[in-house]
């Protein structure tokens, strides 16, 4: 079982940058899959970013492509999202997730088989 907290949340204005950090607790860190989401006001949950825990292979929503790094300390049990060049479309509340023993790259990007989440962490980017 993994537990998860996000945490790096804030307001931020257009073109800032911002981490995010998620801290996890469990045995099942270092073969969990890893993934941001976010839901933005009246929107559906969606994909922004994923490592991969057999080999940290890392994937991207196109939004974000370019602005946006994933990347995972497993000594620490963290993950770690680096957003850049951020935009009001970015505004979202973004929530940690993982997924143990996944390594399929196309149900990675999906909401599936993601089945421990964190509670959410809010970012604005005002324009």
């Known amino acids: 079982q993994v537990q998860l907290v996000e945490s790096g949340g804030g307001l931020v204005q257009a073109g800032g940058s911002l981490r995010l950090s998620c801290a996890a607790s469990?045995?099942?860190?270092?073969?969990?899959?890893m993934a941001w989401f976010r839901q933005g006001p009246g929107k559906e949950r969606e994909f922004v970013a994923g490592i991969r825990w057999s080999d940290s292979s890392t994937y991207y929503a196109n939004s974000v492509k370019g602005r946006f790094t994933i990347s995972r300390d497993n000594a620490k049990n963290m993950v770690y999202l680096q957003m850049n060049s951020l935009n009001p479309e970015d505004t979202a509340v973004y929530y940690c997730?993982?997924?143990?023993?996944?390594?399929?790259?196309?149900?990675?990007?999906?909401?599936?088989?993601?089945?421990?989440w964190g509670q959410g962490t809010q970012v604005t980017v005002s324009s």
């Open positions: 469990g045995r099942t860190f270092s073969s969990s899959s």
């Open positions: 997730a993982a997924a143990e023993w996944v390594r399929n790259s196309v149900v990675l990007t999906t909401i599936r088989p993601y089945n421990y």
